[in-house]
C-alpha cells in the first residue's frame, strides 16, 4: 500500500546518503594516500570559474537539508583561470559541503568568487554552528573535529585535503568563526604555468 511504499522510499533515501557519505570518505582517504605517495601531480588547464562552480552547486544541492539554499556569485568580467580542475574542485566541494553540514535547516549558504590583481579569491559562508574558539588553531589537522559537531557526520580528513591542494598551487585559506557565522576565505594565483 502507499503508507508502506512511503516507509521502503525512506529506507532508501537513508541508505543512499549513507552509501554517498562512506564514498566520499573512502574516496578522501585515497586521495591523501596519494599525496602522501607523491602521486598527486598538479595539471593546470584553462577552467571557466563560472561554469565550474554552478557544475559543482547543482551537484551540492542534492546534499542540502529542508529549506538550505546555496547562492553562488561571481564578481567582475574576468574568469578564466589555470588550475588543476580536481584540486580546485575539491577545494570547493569541501567548503561548501562543510557549510552545508554544519548548518541546520533554513539557512542560507553562499559561495562567492572574484579574481583580482592576478588571483582567485573564493569565499564560503554560512550561517551555522561556527566552529568553538578554542578549537580555531587546530581545524586543519588531520582528523581534527569540532567540539560542536560531533553528533555531526564526518572524519575530519576534508579540510586537511584542501590544505594540502592549496599548498600545491600556492594558494592560502583562512577563516572567520562564531556560532551563526562562518566565512572561509581562499586565494589562489590566478594561472598555473602549465
Ligand atoms: P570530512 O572528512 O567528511 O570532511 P569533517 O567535515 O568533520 O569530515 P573537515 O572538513 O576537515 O572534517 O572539518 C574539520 C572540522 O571543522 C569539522 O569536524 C567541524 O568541526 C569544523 N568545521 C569545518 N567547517 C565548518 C563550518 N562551515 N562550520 C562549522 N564548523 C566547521
Ligand atoms: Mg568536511
Known sequence: ???QDERV??????IRGKVREMTAMLNEFLSLERIEQGLVVCQPVEIDVVHLCIELIEELRALTKSGQ?????????ERVVTLDRQMLSNVITNLVTNAVKYSPEGKRITLHTTIV????RIITSDEGIGIPAEDQHHLFELFFR?????TIQGTGLG?????RYLDIMNGTIDFTSRPGHTVFNVELPQNLST
Open 9 to 14: 522510499e525512506k529506507h532508501v533515501m537513508r
Open 1 to 3: 500500500d502507499a503508507a
Open 117 to 120: 590583481n592576478g588571483h582567485l
Open 159 to 163: 579540510l586537511n585535503l584542501v590544505k
Open 69 to 77: 539554499t546555496i547562492n553562488f556569485d561571481h564578481l567582475g568580467d
Open 146 to 150: 569540532g567540539s560542536n559537531a560531533t
